[in-house]
């Protein structure tokens, strides 16, 4: 079974420029999460879709984050723009249900802001 | 106070040691625990999730107390591969998911 698929493994940019991050979910897991691990603490949770609806974006820096599942498959998350304190490794997680006991992780994308 | 808060660590054990990490919450109303371990620079996987009753799976050990609200990981006959960061996993109110910040073990020959 193909895991979790993340692109693009690496990113830098300067501080101000928009940045995205693709997302491809284990096939047949309904809902997909981003999480935002900075160098040190544990993973955040940014978002989490059901399907292609948001059950909890209540910690999404909105005015500079975004995210989207149309079609309820693959996900993208952008960055806005971009500040030094988002330097961080991007994870995106799939389960089939809700629960954290099963969510897979990918790889991640790690971010350098300059 | 945080959320989810864990022993900071790092806790540097020889081989064969026994070690225990601690976990606790704040939110009485939390519902489901897990840990999980995090090798360096891959992402999280599920150790094992964290009962009422207490549950053992191998060399690893992991406790739930309501009551005192924290949670407990308790690893035996430590390998070398046991070195990693372990994170504590606490999910409420039905979907919302918190990780702590992890406590991070070396296993040393």
């Known amino acids: 079974e193909a895991g979790v698929a993340q692109s693009p493994r690496y990113k830098i940019i300067e501080k101000r420029q928009s940045v995205a991050f693709w997302c491809n979910p284990i096939?047949?897991?309904?809902?997909l999460y981003w999480y935002q691990q900075i160098l040190g603490q544990g993973p955040k949770l940014l978002i989490q879709?059901?399907?292609?609806?948001?059950?909890?974006d209540s910690q999404l820096p909105k005015d500079r984050f975004s995210a989207e599942r149309l079609k309820g498959v693959d996900s993208t998350l952008k960055i806005q723009p971009a500040k030094l304190e988002d330097s961080a490794v991007y994870l995106c997680?799939?389960?089939?249900?809700?629960?954290?006991?099963?969510?897979?992780f990918g790889p991640g994308t790690r971010l350098t802001v300059l | 106070r945080k959320e989810v808060e864990q022993d900071p660590g790092p806790f540097n054990v020889p081989e064969g040691a026994t070690v225990a990490f601690n976990c606790t919450y704040s939110?009485?109303?939390?519902?489901?625990f897990f840990w999980y371990r995090q090798d360096c620079r891959k992402e999280p996987k599920l150790l094992m999730s964290?009962?009422?009753s207490g549950n053992e799976d191998g060399r690893f050990t992991a406790q739930l107390n309501r009551a005192s609200q924290y949670i407990s990981l308790l690893i035996r006959d430590s390998k070398l591969s046991d070195s990693a960061t372990y994170l504590c996993?606490?999910?409420?109110?039905?979907?919302?998911?918190?990780f702590g910040a992890g406590t991070r073990l070396f296993v040393k020959a």
């Open positions: 997680a799939s389960s089939p249900g809700q629960g954290p006991d099963t969510q897979y």
């Open positions: 096939s047949g897991h309904a809902t």
């Open positions: 879709f059901q399907n292609n609806g948001v059950v909890d």
């Open positions: 939110n009485s109303a939390s519902q489901s």
């Open positions: 964290v009962y009422s």
């Open positions: 996993v606490v999910r409420y109110g039905g979907f919302k998911t918190i």
